[in-house]
């Protein structure tokens, strides 16, 4: 087992450095840096995903109560991300040893998994769910998830299982809590899910 373990931490070792060489890349210019880092921040305690499923509340095949859904699932996989997970790994966060282009919320817990891409996944996955938007909402979610291997807040394999995680909790809450039928006072909805 000890050899399985150090070819597997060598072999995402060489993942991380592959992906963050390309990233270097990228940094540093400035429109990229203020989409990445606005991303990031937006992402923090999963800000853009109660916009988007409020605002998305409003419309008029929705109801307020989606909105309601889409925090309280979100809350669940913040609290199981961020407690016992992440206390299981306490990985350490990517070092940075520049000065940084913009404002950036440094978090103190385990860099593995990430949680804004676990959140991300989550909330692409619950709010897609009956909903034509639903390329959209994974657009954001994969911004908002390499936004942080971009700010080097996290390595490249916290964010894939991160997103891992949030895909298999967005599985989970569409059964648990599936997306109510407006004409069916509540019940599963007939549309097939994405």
């Known amino acids: ?5 150090h070819r597997a931490t060598r072999a995402i070792a060489r993942f991380d450095t592959a992906i963050e060489t390309r990233v270097d890349g990228f940094r540093g210019h400035r429109n990229v840096d203020r989409l990445m880092y606005a991303a990031s921040e937006l992402g923090d305690f999963s800000l853009i995903w109660h916009l988007i499923s409020t605002t998305r509340a409003m419309a008029p095949d929705r109801e307020p109560a989606h909105a309601v859904r889409v925090a309280a699932i979100l809350a669940i996989e913040s609290a199981l991300v961020n407690g016992p997970v992440k206390s299981v790994f306490r990985r350490h966060r ?3 040893e520049q000065e940084r282009p913009l404002r950036l919320r440094r978090p103190r ?7 804004h891409a676990s959140a991300a996944m989550t909330a692409a996955g ?6 034509p938007l639903w390329p959209l909402y994974y657009a954001v979610g994969a911004v908002v998830a390499g936004s942080r291997v971009y700010v ?9 299982a991160g997103a891992v995680v949030g895909i298999v909790l967005a599985r989970v809450a569409r ?3 599936p ?11 007939a549309v097939r899910p994405r």
Do not use: C, E, Y
Request: hydrophobic letters at 30%; zero cysteines; aromatic letters at 10%.
């Open 1 to 5: 087992m000890p050899g399985r373990l």
């Open 109 to 115: 817990t385990s860099s593995f998994p990430s949680g």
């Open 94 to 96: 990517p070092a940075w």
């Open 175 to 177: 059964r648990v809590w």
């Open 152 to 160: 080097k807040i996290h390595h490249p394999s916290d964010v894939v």
């Open 126 to 131: 619950v709010l897609s769910q009956n909903d």
């Open 179 to 189: 997306f109510p039928d407006p004409g069916n006072a509540g019940g599963p909805s």
